[in-house]
């Protein structure tokens, strides 16, 4: 794994040390990320993890040993499971889908990457989306 890329100093915030002698080099490019700029982007890869960490800690449906369900797959459409009361919707592709489905009725959203919308029993999913729905 390449050094922590803390913060705009000297090795970005790494080391001390000669950038010679740090056994693997930190990103040089001006736009390397650093934890410093992405705490202060809400929608920043470490901050996006850090909300799936805490919806994950929220509920033991996500344990290890939680009910999991496959409800959909297939080339055409969304990727679709369930984590005891939770529904799960990944849309890798370009296309936009709806996917209707009564486990879908009474679900709002609670953690989305990308475009999620509920109306009724049907879910429009946006291209290249994930997300997490609840039941109200």
């Keep these: 794994?390449?050094?922590m890329q803390w913060d705009g100093s000297a090795n970005l915030g790494f080391s001390a040390a000669a950038a010679d002698k740090l056994?693997?080099?930190?990103?040089?490019?001006?736009d390397a990320p650093t934890v410093e700029e992405q705490e202060k982007d809400d929608s920043s890869l470490l901050n996006i993890v850090r909300r799936l960490l805490e919806l994950r800690a929220s509920s033991s449906d996500f344990d290890a040993?939680?009910?999991?369900?496959?409800?959909?797959a297939g080339e055409s459409a969304p990727f679709v499971y369930r984590r005891g009361g939770?529904?799960?919707?990944?849309?890798?592709?370009?296309c936009s889908f709806t996917v209707s489905d009564k486990l879908f009725a009474g679900t709002k959203p609670v953690f989305t990457i990308g475009s999620i919308s509920v109306d009724g029993d049907s879910v429009s999913v946006g291209p290249g989306t994930f997300g997490v729905l609840r039941r109200i």
Excluded: E, Q
């Design 1 to 3: 794994r390449t050094p």
């Design 23 to 30: 056994y693997l080099p930190v990103d040089v490019s001006a």
């Design 65 to 72: 040993d939680g009910d999991f369900a496959l409800i959909r």
């Design 86 to 94: 939770h529904v799960c919707i990944v849309n890798p592709s370009s």
